[in-house]
Nanobody
Framework: QVQLVESGGGLVQAGGSLRLSCVVSGRTFSRYNMGWFRQAPGKEREFVAAINKSGSTTNYADSVKGRFTISRDNAKNTMYLQMNSLKPEDTAVYYC????????????????WGQGTQVTVSS
């Protein structure tokens, strides 16, 4: 079984930065394509960013492109999401997810999920 644990969320003012981490255990981290999703109250879970197994390919939602950067360190079994120029509309619970299949943008394409970390951006 694969376990994912997110950390790094918190309260930040608009324009500020946060870095989220996702530590993966239980299986070989480099076997999985990884993604970040977020869910705001009353809204569906939405794609934020994804990265392939080696870290050579990334994909971003238009809403975060140019502000967020996804990366991974396979030696540390950890994925990151650097979030800059945060906006109040970025407020959500952020989830990391793993899949052995294609790197996708739809939640059901991912098999394993973390418990989420809250990000709140004040105006």
């Amino acid at each position: 079984q694969v376990q994912l644990v997110e950390s790094g969320g918190g309260l930040v003012q608009a324009g500020g930065s946060l870095r989220l981490s996702c530590v993966v255990s239980g299986r070989t981290f480099s076997r999985y394509n990884m993604g970040w999703f977020r869910q705001a109250p009353g809204k569906e879970r939405e794609f934020v960013a994804a990265i392939n197994k080696s870290g050579s390919t990334t994909n971003y939602a238009d809403s975060v492109k140019g502000r967020f950067t996804i990366s991974r360190d396979n030696a540390k079994n950890t994925m990151y999401l650097q979030m800059n120029s945060l906006k109040p509309e970025d407020t959500a619970v952020y989830y990391c997810a793993a899949t052995a299949q294609t790197m996708g943008i739809i939640p059901y394409q991912y098999t394993y999920w973390g418990q989420g970390t809250q990000v709140t951006v004040s105006s």
